[in-house]
């Protein structure tokens, strides 16, 4: 598969992310990874900087965790969906957390789709690989909206 646009990993544990990353290789998702550690760093890799002239370049989807440091995943997810540039980008929340609330109220504020993620690592690196086919290869967003990578 040739390199494409990005995938955003929103990711606060080191292990979970080197987790993610070997399960791109795995999977031979090739598009370059740009990880934030926390949700300022989503943001920034979003929106960009205060006085940066021009907004960085948009992902082809984030993986979104929920329980993030300084701001939260879902705060996030609803400054992604206030932007204009940014309503349509896929969200797939990638997460740990099983509270009912979380599960609604990230669909309630526009995630695309919420996943738990597998403890087993095979379990993890078959859902990362559905997660990218579907996102990066089968799903088709409409016209104006980020274009499909592969």
Do not use: H
């Not at 990005?6 to 606060?12: F, Y």
């Not at 969200?91 to 109220?105: A, G, H, K, M």
Request: aromatic share 6%.
């Amino acid at each position: 598969m040739p390199n494409g646009r990005p995938i955003l990993l929103v990711e606060d544990n080191p292990d979970d992310e080197a987790l993610a990353l070997r399960a791109f290789s795995k999977n031979r998702i090739t598009n370059p990874v740009i990880v934030a550690r926390d949700g300022v760093e989503a943001v920034r890799c979003l929106f960009g900087s205060e006085g940066q002239s021009e907004a960085p370049a948009l992902p082809a989807m984030v993986l979104l965790d929920l329980k993030l440091p300084r701001i939260d995943g879902l705060e996030v997810l609803r400054r992604i969906r206030a932007n204009a540039r940014t309503a349509l980008l896929p969200v797939i929340v990638l997460t740990t957390s099983r509270e009912r609330q979380d599960i609604l109220e990230a669909y309630r504020i526009g995630a695309n789709s919420y996943i738990r993620k597998p403890v087993d690592f095979e379990r993890f690196i078959q859902a990362v690989g559905q997660i990218g086919e579907y996102w990066l290869s089968l799903n088709e967003m409409p016209d104006g909206a980020p274009a499909q990578i592969y």
